[in-house]
């Protein structure tokens, strides 16, 4: 039986840029994720398609695993011999209980390794311009938890240590006793105008912070309505924020913003808009499922040159095509057909295998056409009905578990926003992550919808008004323009 072992893997504090090159790899290999509330869902997406994905909740005072049902999770898996990737939130030893759980897997002869992540108490201060040492202003810092195990939850410091030998004090999960923390450290002999930041949901464009000083603090955060997860700051280091600050003085702060694709053509409005503050969370794959073995597939096939004219759809059209010639031993010069496509690297794609084509612009101008691709290649091409003209469905999209549930959660737990459909192609493809439960219609609700024009269309045939459209602009300065002053509007409003 092959040996299983679980990784407990740093996920970071929420930009998921910061996960660790070591945290990815091994969360593509798991065969199951075990995974924290502060976890950044669009981390979901790195997971295998057929991965197990089990969410433990772990929010204050409303776990959704309890910590021994957490535990037991890990070890029935790797018993079985499966790679489980125990995946928290920053860093695992940091206020993650690591060491309970390793410690019950030691303890069942578990193979388990560590992946340290970037931990929020030092990543936060430093997106919100208050690096937690300075060479000038603080040379040690303390980490503390900022609530107990108790009946109360009041954590349990030794008060007079920590005020008067730390230069920087980082309280992590403390708002709810930022009061208590406050008054504890003037009793101790920190001065009553201490500089002390607040950061709630640090290194995510959702990202807010609150200063003051230890006298003033916790009656600021009461004003801002400011709930956890945040990290309190207290020291000198802090009056730096006001010439440091970097991450939170963009235009777009605070937007979400969806792409139901990664589109390469878009990859440029994608890193002018996080450019400009915004947290962009991209469909990054659908995953694909050959028919060529379907027996509609194989009827098809066998007329292949009955048909004047092969439109190619997309690429992955190219690639299960080839697939079909190979698995049924066919010979490419044996078909008479013409070759058409509808875009620029299925036609690359196709000159790959030695293949000319002509460029695709309207069925009616061909005599007998067969168009080749998945379903939602022919409804891109507007045609009516796809399933009255003759078609070769080469492969389904599917939409994997992580996918649902990382999309989901990010529209729940409000890291999203604003959806940008940038044309009418990714509107269609958004329609049907939209059938797959990728996007609920109860979150649809919650989002601000851009589109371009050409969209508005698609999305009112299925009873979906979008609240700004931008016209089809050819100049990326002119498209980044307009998209940036509709999401400042939108903003505002």
Same mark, same amino acid.
């Given at each position: 039986?092959?040996?299983?072992?679980?990784?407990?893997?740093?996920?970071?504090?929420?930009?998921?840029?910061?996960?660790?090159?070591?945290?990815?790899?091994?969360?593509?290999?798991?065969? /199951?994720? /075990?995974?924290?509330?502060?976890?950044?869902?669009?981390?979901?997406?790195?997971?295998?398609?057929?991965?197990?994905?089990?969410?433990?909740?772990?929010?204050?005072?409303?776990?959704?695993?309890?910590?021994?049902?957490?535990?037991?999770?890990?070890?029935?898996?790797?018993?079985?011999?499966?790679?489980?990737?125990?995946?928290?939130?920053?860093?695992? *030893?940091?206020?993650?209980?690591?060491?309970?759980?390793?410690?019950?897997?030691?303890?069942?002869?578990?193979?388990?390794?560590?992946?340290?992540?970037?931990?929020?108490?030092?990543?936060?201060?430093?997106?919100?311009?208050? #690096?937690?040492?300075?060479?000038?202003?603080?040379?040690?810092?303390?980490?503390?938890?900022?609530?107990?195990?108790?009946?109360?939850?009041?954590?349990?410091?030794?008060?007079?240590?920590?005020?008067?030998?730390?230069?920087?004090?980082?309280?992590?999960?403390?708002?709810?006793?930022?009061?208590?923390? *406050?008054?504890?450290?003037?009793?101790?002999?920190?001065?009553?105008? #201490?500089?002390?930041?607040?950061?709630?949901?640090?290194? &995510?464009?959702?990202?807010?912070?609150?200063?003051?000083?230890?006298?003033?603090?916790?009656?600021?955060?009461?004003?801002?309505?400011? #709930?956890?997860?945040?990290?309190?700051?207290?020291?000198?280091?802090?009056?730096?924020?006001?010439?440091?600050?970097?991450?939170?003085?963009?235009?777009?702060?605070?937007?979400?913003?969806?792409?139901?694709?990664?589109?390469?053509a878009q990859q440029l409005i994608v890193s002018e808009l996080k450019r400009e503050g915004a947290d962009v969370y991209q469909h990054p794959r659908l995953t694909q499922r050959s028919l060529i073995k379907e027996t509609p597939f194989k009827e098809r096939w066998k007329?292949?040159?009955?048909?004047?004219?092969?439109?190619?759809?997309?690429?992955?059209?190219?690639?299960?095509?080839?697939?079909?010639?190979?698995?049924?031993?066919?010979?490419?010069?044996?078909?008479?057909?013409?070759?058409?496509?509808?875009?620029?690297?299925?036609?690359?794609?196709?000159?790959?295998?030695?293949?000319?084509?002509?460029?695709?612009?309207? *069925?009616?101008?061909?005599?007998?056409?067969?168009?080749?691709?998945?379903?939602?290649?022919?409804?891109?091409?507007?045609?009516?009905?796809?399933?009255?003209?003759?078609?070769?469905?080469?492969?389904?999209?599917?939409?994997?578990?992580?996918?649902?549930?990382?999309?989901?959660?990010?529209?729940?737990?409000?890291?999203?926003?604003?959806?940008? &459909?940038?044309?009418?192609?990714?509107?269609?493809?958004?329609?049907?992550?939209?059938?797959?439960?990728?996007?609920?219609?109860?979150?649809?609700?919650?989002?601000?919808? &851009?589109?371009?024009?050409?969209?508005?269309?698609?999305?009112?045939?299925?009873?979906?008004?979008?609240?700004?459209?931008?016209?089809?602009?050819?100049?990326?300065?002119?498209?980044? #323009?307009?998209?940036?002053?509709?999401?400042?509007?939108?903003?505002?409003?």
């Amino acid at each position: 039986m092959q040996k299983g072992i679980v990784y407990f893997v740093g996920a970071g504090p929420g930009d998921p840029e910061l996960l660790t090159i070591k945290g990815r790899r091994v969360l593509r290999e798991a065969d /199951v994720v /075990v995974f924290d509330r502060l976890v950044n869902p669009i981390l979901l997406t790195e997971v295998k398609s057929d991965a197990k994905l089990v969410y433990c909740g772990k929010q204050p005072c409303q776990h959704f695993l309890r910590q021994e049902d957490i535990q037991k999770e890990l070890l029935i898996h790797a018993r079985k011999g499966k790679k489980v990737v125990r995946l928290k939130g920053g860093d695992p *030893a940091v206020f993650g209980r690591v060491g309970e759980e390793a410690e019950l897997l030691s303890d069942n002869k578990i193979d388990y390794e560590i992946v340290p992540g970037i931990t929020a108490g030092i990543a936060a201060p430093a997106y919100a311009g208050a #690096t937690i040492t300075h060479r000038e202003h603080s040379r040690s810092f303390a980490v503390v938890s900022g609530h107990s195990k108790t009946k109360d939850g009041k954590p349990d410091i030794k008060w007079e240590s920590l005020a008067g030998s730390v230069d920087t004090i980082v309280f992590y999960m403390g708002v709810k006793h930022l009061q208590l923390i *406050a008054d504890q450290l003037i009793n101790h002999g920190k001065p009553q105008d #201490t500089a002390v930041l607040v950061i709630q949901w640090g290194t &995510l464009s959702r990202q807010r912070t609150i200063d003051g000083t230890l006298k003033t603090i916790a009656r600021k955060v009461k004003q801002a309505e400011l #709930t956890n997860p945040a990290i309190i700051v207290v020291g000198d280091v802090v009056k730096l924020r006001k010439k440091l600050q970097w991450f939170d003085q963009r235009s777009l702060s605070g937007k979400g913003i969806l792409f139901p694709t990664s589109d390469p053509a878009q990859q440029l409005i994608v890193s002018e808009l996080k450019r400009e503050g915004a947290d962009v969370y991209q469909h990054p794959r659908l995953t694909q499922r050959s028919l060529i073995k379907e027996t509609p597939f194989k009827e098809r096939w066998k007329d292949l040159n009955s048909c004047a004219e092969l439109v190619f759809l997309s690429d992955a059209s190219v690639d299960h095509f080839i697939e079909a010639i190979n698995e049924y031993d066919c010979d490419l010069r044996e078909i008479h057909s013409v070759f058409y496509s509808n875009k620029d690297s299925t036609r690359d794609r196709l000159l790959q295998i030695g293949c000319r084509s002509k460029e695709f612009h309207s *069925a009616k101008k061909l005599i007998n056409p067969l168009f080749v691709g998945s379903e939602l290649d022919m409804k891109s091409i507007d045609l009516v009905d796809v399933h009255k003209v003759n078609h070769l469905f080469t492969h389904e999209d599917i939409v994997s578990e992580g996918e649902i549930q990382a999309f989901n959660r990010l529209v729940e737990e409000e890291h999203a926003d604003t959806l940008i &459909l940038s044309s009418k192609t990714h509107a269609l493809k958004f329609l049907n992550f939209l059938k797959k439960g990728i996007v609920s219609r109860e979150g649809l609700s919650k989002l601000s919808i &851009l589109c371009q024009a050409d969209a508005v269309k698609v999305l009112g045939n299925e009873g979906i008004h979008p609240d700004v459209v931008f016209e089809d602009v050819g100049n990326m300065t002119q498209l980044m #323009t307009q998209l940036t002053g509709r999401l400042l509007l939108a903003q505002e409003s």
